[in-house]
């Protein structure tokens, strides 16, 4: 992430390492022993549970840069543990198929924490739709305000696959061709990731990964415009424009404002503060339900989860076509 949005690491042992555009260029450096090549470690990371039951083959390598230290000597090889921590760099894989990768990453990383992963498999679209919306964490929110809008969108977009079960809601996008990224606002983006992973993960999964996910919509409708401000003023500052920032700090920050009225540009700008900050001081308002929580929470190996799923969630915006930016997280584990 910029520096402008860093934060002292050592605050929960977690940081944003950077944050790097569509427009990028890197070499296929992610190889597989077979003699298969990649961009990203997600991408190979993928192949090897696909291809090889995930014990890489001889000869498997990836850069040497995964610690954002100096890169010195040969490239590292990849064993059993670096698989099951779901680990990754920050580049991307071209393949066809890369939304649904984006969304496997997580669920491999879920698997390396425990079993979170759906016995039931939906064929019918109205069986998920009814899964994603009974299942809804709802009562988990002392104001319908903070999920409602998410909510709301799952329930037209499956309303949509219902009506039209060939046709993906996807597809009536509007395309921003200057960025070559979606307008879609940002409710709309985080139901359709809660619509891809949720039918695939357990209830109590599903609850805790929307409840992330609704944080995630409570922090940037609150600090959104802030850092949006910050960010355009940097940029001036530093010369990469002309255009001088206007004031954009919206004076009710209460309301759905910045992810009803924002696309997903710039949606990876508070990443820091929403896991250094946000959430340590957020998740123990939900109380009791925290401590039922498996996957995220406060404690700091549970901040750690939320950075890695936050990794994992801002490669599937950038496999989408929702922003042209995305993140690598690391830990003090990375060191």
Not at 168 to 179: A, G, Q, R, S
Request: charge should be negative; proline fraction near 5%.
């Amino acid at each position: 992430m910029d520096p402008a949005y860093s934060t002292n690491k050592d605050d929960a042992s977690v940081q944003a390492r950077a944050r790097r555009r569509r427009n990028d260029q890197s070499s296929r450096d992610y190889t597989c022993g077979c003699g298969k090549s990649y961009l990203s470690y997600p991408a190979l990371y993928t192949h090897l549970k696909q291809k090889h039951q995930g014990s890489p083959p001889q000869g498997t390598t990836q850069p040497n840069n995964m610690n954002p230290k100096a890169n010195r000597g040969r490239p590292k090889r990849l064993d059993e543990n670096d698989l099951k921590e779901g680990k990754s760099d920050d580049e991307r894989s071209i393949s066809n198929n890369e939304p649904d990768e984006t969304i496997e990453q997580v669920l491999l990383f879920l698997d390396s924490i425990g079993n979170f992963r759906s016995g039931v498999k939906y064929e019918k679209e109205e069986e998920k739709q009814g899964y994603l919306l009974n299942c809804f964490p709802k009562d988990y929110f002392n104001n319908s305000l903070d999920y409602s809008a998410i909510y709301n969108n799952i329930k037209d977009i499956t309303n949509e696959r219902v009506k039209n079960p060939d046709q993906d809601p996807l597809t009536k996008e509007e395309i921003d061709k200057d960025k070559n990224i979606k307008k879609t606002q940002i409710n709309k983006i985080l139901a359709y990731f809660l619509v891809a992973i949720g039918p695939l993960l357990n209830e109590d999964a599903y609850k805790e990964m929307a409840t992330f996910i609704v944080l995630f919509s409570i922090a940037l409708n609150e600090t959104g415009y802030q850092a949006l401000q910050n960010y355009e003023q940097e940029q001036y500052q530093q010369g990469d424009t002309d255009k001088k920032p206007q004031s954009l700090v919206k004076q009710d920050q209460n309301l759905n404002a910045y992810c009803e009225e924002q696309n997903g540009e710039h949606i990876l700008l508070i990443t820091n503060e929403f896991i250094l900050s946000f959430l340590p001081l957020n998740f123990p308002k939900l109380g009791n339900i925290e401590k039922t929580f498996r996957i995220f929470g406060s404690p700091d190996e549970k901040l750690k989860n939320a950075v890695y799923v936050t990794q994992h969630l801002s490669y599937w915006l950038y496999a989408m076509k929702f922003t042209n930016s995305r993140l690598a997280l690391y830990t003090d584990d990375d060191q």
